[in-house]
């Protein structure tokens, strides 16, 4: 198969025929044979019954349902097992993004040899204040903590070589940061192009204004997990022992002051209490790295989701 298309959407029965005739006519066009495979992410309009009379209609088309809002990284965590194209391309739902974009993104990664090409929407129709600006922001600071060098990271519409999706775990909120995923997994050739973004037709943004809070925070999340998650003694360890050594560092030289030159009281200098505290923290930090080794050995699959349909996978 050339192509699996992956689509997330919550509460989007509006847009799904026009999209799903859309993406086939392009389909037909250049002669991939391919698959359609629409997330249902716990819509409570008729997306669903949409997606099956769609797939009644034309074979390609397959879905899973879930049984509640996961979340659009679950969405495409599924749409990723799933899929079974050599390229896989993601798109949003609500048309924001045009499935003429589809060949070229597909002949970056099989005649350009790229693993991940991200979508870039230099020009944008959503709210600039709300929108635009924020993003930017967040781009920015992503690309430059992450050194990949992208000016959308949160474009719906990319696309991958099919070894990437199966080798990524997509959870929590992390679709903003696919590449970076994909780059500790070990892949190196990630690009953008241009892509056309066109305003949104029916229905409404899922996302709120507190996108770019939890984009941040996840930023910081996924910065400490990428680098320690799997040895977070590397850290905790780290710290506890420089702080421990210090604490330690100060009680040897109180003792000397008290003993030595006998000074009088070692509880009436405030460095005592900076060299209890600093001892004390180091024993905290030392243990924690060791309860995080624990976790992270012990940790199985983090995705966990009630699948409550699907028509042809
Ligand atoms: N989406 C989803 N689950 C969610 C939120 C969004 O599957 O919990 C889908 C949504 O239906 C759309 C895509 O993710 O297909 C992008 O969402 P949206 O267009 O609302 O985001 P925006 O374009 O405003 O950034
Ligand atoms: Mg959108």
């Known amino acids: 198969m050339d192509l699996s298309v992956v689509i997330p959407l919550l ?10 005739a859309w993406i086939k006519a392009v389909m037909q066009a250049n002669n991939y044979s391919y698959e359609i495979i629409m997330i249902d992410d716990g819509s409570t309009d008729n997306s669903w019954y949409v997606i099956e009379a769609l797939r009644k209609e034309n074979s390609h088309i397959k879905g899973i349902k879930f049984q ?8 495409l965590n599924e749409g990723f097992k799933a899929a079974q194209g050599e390229v896989v391309i993601t798109m949003d739902a609500d ?19 790229f693993d ?15 929108k635009n600006l924020p993003s930017k922001l967040f781009n920015a600071t992503a690309s430059r903590v992450s050194g ?6 949160n474009c719906g519409l990319k696309a991958y070589k099919k070894k990437v999706v199966k ?6 909120e992390m679709h903003r940061y696919i590449p970076l995923l994909a780059k500790w997994s070990g892949f190196k050739k990630i690009t953008e ?7 949104r037709k029916y229905g409404v943004t899922k996302f709120g204004w507190n996108r770019f809070v939890n984009g941040f925070l ?4 996924i910065m400490f997990v990428g680098r320690f998650g799997k040895k977070p003694m590397h850290i905790f360890g780290l710290w506890g022992t420089i702080v421990f050594f210090i604490g330690t560092c100060i009680w040897i030289y109180l003792f000397i002051a008290k003993f030595f030159f006998a000074e009088f009281s070692m509880t009436a200098r405030p460095l005592f209490y900076v060299g209890l505290i600093s001892l004390v923290i180091g024993t905290q930090l030392f243990l924690a790295g060791f309860l995080g080794e624990l976790i992270s050995r012990n940790a199985t699959d983090k995705n966990y989701y009630l699948i409550e349909e699907k028509v042809g996978i």
Request: aromatic residues 6%.
């Open 167 to 172: 080798n990524i775990e997509v959870y929590g």
């Open 218 to 221: 996840d930023l910081a999340s």
């Open 11 to 20: 509460n989007e029965e509006e847009s799904l025929p026009e999209l799903a």
């Open 68 to 75: 509640r809002n996961y979340g659009k990284s679950a969405a």
């Open 116 to 130: 991940l090409v991200s979508g870039w929407k230099k020009v944008r129709y959503d709210n600039a204040i709300t």
């Open 95 to 113: 048309m924001q993004d045009s499935p003429d974009e589809i060949p070229a993104l597909r002949k970056m990664i099989v005649d350009d040899g």
């Open 148 to 153: 990949i060098k992208l000016h959308d990271f």
């Open 193 to 199: 192009k241009v892509v056309e973004h066109r305003p």
